[in-house]
């Protein structure tokens, strides 16, 4: 347990970015303290055993309540695309339906540092309350709180989820020969607010996909949930970081064909110019699924269908050969030479020099 | 992805269209054209290896840019087993010096503002991990005076306006030299401005590479695109008359990176090694001239030290007495590093210069993505995105892909 003495004196950004340093902090200082047996509740419920997008607790008779939470803290708190509300009740309503979940409630804790324009406020709360109405999602309670000036930057929304499935979508289902298949262009949400915060004088011309995938999910759940093995939302981190974490979790080996995955052209340059892989970055209305080869093609046929013009096949999983594989990823490049897809490290910064 | 080349001198050029570049550029990515060069290269290698008599054939990529498009694109894994492509001392952050970096330190933290690049930001001094304050990151969270900025003009443009003493961290090639060079020749960096010259030369280290590689040396070089467009393709000369060894200017697509291989396996197998100019689109044989002229109107070539290795003659710039009222080191009284004086300056168990030289592979070194990761930099390779070691780390470098590829039968 000392991990952390060794490696960090102090808390980084790194920390938070959502990629292997987020991942070590948590299961080193966090899931390493719950005794085991705490770790979820009901013999095949799921929690810091899966450390999935949404913990789920069995009702009995097939059913399953599904509960996230989540932190929602942006700068700048209103970007092209979007706004902090927005996207905190995207990213609650969409750890839902990741775990196969119908989203039924949700519960925010609202911090703001004083002197805090009310207006502003206002506007956050107006566009999470719209978002989760829109969605037919009830708001049944939350907390708010005022910290001294400049003891906090700006405001910073906690909120959780709650949700109903019978076939929960735990992402350890994942299994060799699976289809990984994504809904549209990744990276938008990640290249926006970058580009809104190097304030470089870059017109990207893209917005971020912030938005509930309600009007994806809750049809193929309806029509293929037994074929979806698993299901995530490459938010902080990106596709990186997400299929890394499938393919560890599950031992398997996850290939991706670059030349598959859309992603935007200017958001190609523009991560390039940054020295940032594309890959990496968040998406927050993009869903990432594991599927059952045989309905691999029908399940992108139909998400089509849906107005997701750009879902396709990207990738698949493979058994590992050998030990030293597994939790792999491996990407062919557009050239068809092959790399290791690392899960992202570090604070996210573009390269300056 | 790479350093820009200062923008100095250049004749206001044809400017296509933004989806003319972008056709051009998935052209210079293709994976059928890829294909078409792959194969010849495998045609090739053979013959080329008969008549060098040694394999692997040792291909040095310079420039960190060209490891990044050999890394990022898996072109490793599209080589036979003749060819072997070693990344060279294209890392200006990576080979700065820890004196440099703790001089730095120790004026943001007395109440002078220190200017840097991004990448020199968070390169480590020869401070202790974990003990000491190690880089300007740190000395900035310890209360230090640290601004990252693009260039030099942007810190010209806040001395001006805040009129608080300053300091530059000039570090780079011969990329960003004249960047450095331009305004102080131009006489607009402002009193309260002085400006920390460590700017480093290419084809000096490049000699010395040479020198280090014995056994197995080096049989071709894929010469930096960017460092060209400043020094010309000529500056590469040498490497061929006084080396024989074939040399190719080339660009950062992976198709160029490819026909650069395939270029130097071609003079390899019929024993003629030329130099060959493939980045033609930005090189030319003379390069730019005025901004060679601008760097050497205000700075000398002098002896200087690179991080882990030591003193490479005639290898680094210093400025000019003229300009001695810009030079960090004369207005603070900073005393320039010496070769007496000079220490090894890796942390322990750190490899960079040896990864620097291409004599090892970032996997070869112990501390590797265990304690060195991009989220925990250890030593300089592992900071800048142009380290060897940091891209091997973020496109997982080191033949494992190749294998993997291999064992799934998709390769």
Same mark, same amino acid.
């Not at chain 2, 010395?208 to 460092?227: C, S």
């Given at each position: ?82 706004d ?34 009310? !207006? ?6 107006? +566009? ?30 906690? +909120? ?35 580009a ?26 309806d ?8 299901a ?37 340059e ?10 990496s970055?968040a +998406? ?14 029908e ?19 493979? !058994? ?20 290791i897809? !690392?899960?992202? +490290? ?8 | ?43 090739l ?62 004026l ?33 969270a ?60 290419t084809?000096?280290?490049?000699r ?20 060209s ?30 026909l ?36 050497e ?49 890796l ?62 039968g998709?390769?």
């Open positions: 347990m000392t991990w952390y003495i060794r490696l960090w004196k102090f808390v980084t950004l790194a920390h938070g970015a959502g990629g292997k340093e987020t991942e070590e902090l948590v299961r080193n200082l966090i899931v390493q303290k719950v005794p085991p047996e705490l770790w979820k509740v009901g013999e095949d419920g799921a929690g810091l055993d899966a450390l999935d997008d949404s913990a789920l607790i069995p009702l009995g008779g097939g059913r399953y309540l599904a509960v996230t939470v989540d932190s929602y803290t942006v700068k700048p708190i209103f970007f092209p695309g979007g902090l509300g927005k996207l905190a009740a995207s990213g609650t309503i969409n750890d839902l339906l990741m775990a196969g979940a119908r989203p039924v409630a949700a519960l925010d804790a609202i911090v703001v540092e004083e002197g805090f324009p009310v !207006e502003d406020l206002n506007k956050i709360v107006e +566009s999470y309350v719209g978002t989760l109405a829109e969605n037919r999602v009830a708001l049944i309670g939350g907390d708010f709180k005022t910290m001294p000036k400049g003891q906090l930057d700006g405001i910073v929304i906690a +909120s959780m989820g709650i949700g109903f499935t019978e076939h929960p979508i735990v992402d350890r289902n994942i299994r060799p020969g699976d289809k990984i298949i994504v809904s549209g262009y990744l990276g938008d949400h990640g290249a926006a607010i970058l809104a915060q190097q304030a470089v004088g870059v017109d990207l011309g893209v917005e971020s996909d912030v938005k509930p995938l309600t009007d994806l999910m809750l049809p193929l759940l029509r293929y949930a037994s074929y979806i093995h698993g995530g939302d490459p938010t902080r981190g990106g596709l990186a970081m997400l299929v890394n974490d499938w393919a560890e979790k599950t031992g398997t080996v996850i290939v991706i064909d670059e030349a598959r995955v859309p992603v935007r052209p200017q958001v190609k523009y991560a390039e110019m940054l020295g940032v892989d594309p890959l970055l +998406s927050e209305g993009a869903a990432v699924l594991a599927v059952a080869p045989e309905k691999a093609e399940i992108v046929e139909f998400m089509r269908s849906l107005g997701y013009e750009q879902a396709s096949i990207i990738g698949e999983v493979y !058994e590992a050969k050998d030990p030293r594989h597994r939790g792999r990823v491996l990407l062919r490049s557009v050239t068809g030479g092959v790399r897809l !690392e899960p992202p +490290s570090g604070e996210i910064v573009p390269r300056i020099c | 992805m790479a350093e820009q080349p200062a923008g100095m001198g250049g004749v206001p050029g044809y400017r296509p269209e933004a989806s003319v570049l972008r056709d051009i550029e998935s052209m210079l990515r293709s994976r059928s054209l890829v294909e078409r060069i792959v194969e010849k290269i495998k045609r290698a053979p013959l080329a290896a008969r008549r060098v008599g040694q394999t692997p054939i040792k291909i040095m990529d310079f420039c960190g840019t060209h490891e990044y498009t050999v890394t990022h694109y898996g072109i490793r894994s599209l080589m036979p087993p003749e060819v072997e492509i070693v990344a060279g001392p294209g890392c200006p952050v990576c080979i700065t010096p820890a004196y440099y970096v703790d001089v730095m330190i120790k943001s933290l007395e109440g002078v503002r220190v200017y840097t690049y991004g990448d020199a930001y968070k390169l480590p001094g020869s401070g202790r991990r974990g003990r000491d304050i190690r880089s300007l990151e740190e000395a900035r310890a209360g230090g005076d640290v601004v990252v900025v693009y260039s030099v003009l942007d810190a010209i443009k806040m001395a001006r306006e805040d009129d608080k003493p300053g300091v530059f961290f000039a570090v780079g090639f011969e990329t960003t030299a004249p960047a450095t060079a331009s305004p102080v020749v131009a006489g607009i960096v402002p009193k309260n401005l002085a400006i920390l010259n460590v700017h480093r030369l084809p000096p280290i490049m010395y590479t040479f020198e280090t590689h014995r056994d197995n040396p080096i049989r071709g070089v894929i010469a930096p695109g960017h460092v467009t400043i020094v010309g393709a000529k500056a590469w000369r040498f490497v061929v008359e006084e080396y024989g060894i074939p040399t190719v200017v080339a660009g950062f697509e992976p198709v160029d990176v490819l650069a291989i395939l270029e130097i396996l071609r003079q390899l197998a019929e024993g003629k090694p030329r130099l060959v100019n493939e980045y033609s689109r930005a090189v030319t044989w003379e390069g730019n001239v005025k901004a060679q002229r601008m760097i109107e205000c700075c000398e070539v002098v002896d200087a030290a690179w991080r882990g290795i030591g003193f490479v003659p005639r290898s680094g710039l210093a400025f000019r007495d003229k300009y001695r009222e810009v030079d960090a080191l004369h207005q603070y009284g900073i005393k320039e590093l010496t070769p007496e004086e000079w220490r090894y300056d942390p322990p168990g750190c490899r960079c210069a040896e990864v620097t030289l291409g004599i090892a592979k970032p996997t070869d070194c112990p501390l590797f993505m265990k304690t060195c990761t991009p989220g925990t930099p250890y030593g300089p390779c592992m900071v800048s995105s142009e380290g060897a070691c940091a891209v091997w780390a973020r496109f997982g470098g080191g033949g494992l892909a190749e294998e993997i590829a291999r064992s799934l998709i390769m």
